[in-house]
C-alpha cells in the first residue's frame, strides 16, 4: 500500500527524497510482524515482495526489493523500525549510512580538532547533491590552515606573487608607453606578458610535480625574482625603454609560476585539508592585500622627485620609489619563506599508502605461488600414481598375453 509521505529537508527521511515523486511504499506485515518503510515508489512499482539483505549489527531484520542491492541505493533502500518500543513509528537511522565510504570523499579523516567545520558538507539525498556551508566557514578553514607548520610561508610566496602580477599589470600602459611606444605595443608586450606567465607555470609545474622539490623551486624564484623587479626600476628611465619591456617579461617568467607552486606546496603541508581550502584561503588574501597595495604603489608614485627637482640634480624618474617599495616587499617575504619548516604531509602518505600496496602485493602474490606450487604438487602425484597404477595393470596383464 503506498502512502503519501510529507518529507522535509531537515527531516530524518531527507535521504529517502524521490526526486520525480513523493510517494513512498509502505509494506505491511513483513516475516517478523513489524511494518515497514522501504524505497520510494519510483524503484518498486511491480510490488515484488522483500527481500532480506545484510542487516546493521544493531538492528532486527531488515528487508527491501531484490533489485536494489547496490551500494549506491543504500540511502533509498534502508530505514530502520522500532518494532518492540515503537511498533508504528518508523525512521532512519545515520549510523547504517556511516559503515558505507563515500565516493564523493577520498581525503582520510580529519583527526585533529581543530580541522573540525573547516571543510564544507557534501550532502547526497537521492539524486540531489547539496553542499552545507557554514556562516563561519571562512574562518574556521583559515584556524585550520594557518595551525599548519609552513603554510604562512607558502601563503606569503602567493600573496607576493599576485602583488607584483596584479600591480605591474594595472600599471602596464605607463610602462610601455615610458620609451615612446604606442598603443600596438602596449597590447603586444601586455599579452606576451601574460602568456609567458602562463607557460612559465606549465614549465616550473612539471619540474615541481616530478621533483616535489617545492621549497628549493620557489626560495630560487624569489631570489632570482628580485633582481629581476630591481632591473625594471633601474630602466625606468624614458631612454631605456625597451630595456625595461625585456624587464617585465623576465618578471612573468620568474614571478609568474609562483602562484601555483606555492599553492601546491601550501596543499602538501595543509593535508588532508582540501586544495580548494586552501586555495580560497590563499587568493582571499592575495586579492585584498594586491587591492590595498595597488593605491598605495600609486600614492609614493612622485616620492623624492621635488626635492630632485629644487637641487638642480638629475630629475628622478616617476614611480621610481613605488618599485623600491615593491622590491623591498618582494625580498621581505623571501627572507621570510627561508624560514619554511613544514613537513610534506600529502607525500608522506602517499609513500605509506604505496607501502601497504606493495606488501599486500607480495603476500598475494606469496599465495599465489603457494597455491601453484601446490597444485603442481598434486598434478604430480596424481601423475605418479596414475603411473604407479598403469605399471601394475600392466605386470597382471602381462601373464594373460603370455
Known sequence: VSVDTDVTPDSPFSNLRNPGSQRLLHYHNPPNGAEHLSVPSGYNTMNEPCQPYQQHPHIYDQYAPAHLQHASQMGYQYC???AFAHPHHVHSLDSHMAQYSS??????????????????VLVQAGHNLDIEIRDDQILLSARACFSRPGFIQSLLAFVVSAIVINTLSTFMDYLVRLGGSGSESVGLIGGSFQILIMLSSLVFGKITDRTRAYFSI??????????????CGVNLDAERGTDLKWSLLVVAVLVG????????LAVEVAYPLSENTVLVIQQLFANLLSAIFIPCFKAVQDVGR???IEDEMHVRPQYTFSFYLLIVIHACVTVLFATFSGHYLR????????????????NSMYQGNYASSESSSLLESVYIDSSE???????IERPLLV
Open 103 to 120: 565516493p564523493l570523499n577520498k581525503l582520510p579523516k580529519l583527526e585533529d580538532p581543530i580541522d573540525e567545520g573547516a571543510e564544507p
Open 257 to 264: 609560476p609562483l602562484q601555483p607552486i606555492a599553492t601546491e
Open 306 to 308: 621635488k626635492n630632485a
Open 389 to 395: 597404477t598403469t605399471k601394475r595393470e600392466a605386470r
Open 80 to 82: 530502520h523500525q522500532q
Open 347 to 362: 607525500r608522506d602518505h602517499e609513500i605509506e599508502e604505496k607501502k601497504k600496496e606493495r606488501q599486500n602485493g607480495g
Open 218 to 231: 620557489v626560495l630560487a624564484l624569489l631570489v632570482i625574482g628580485a633582481f629581476a623587479l630591481a632591473e
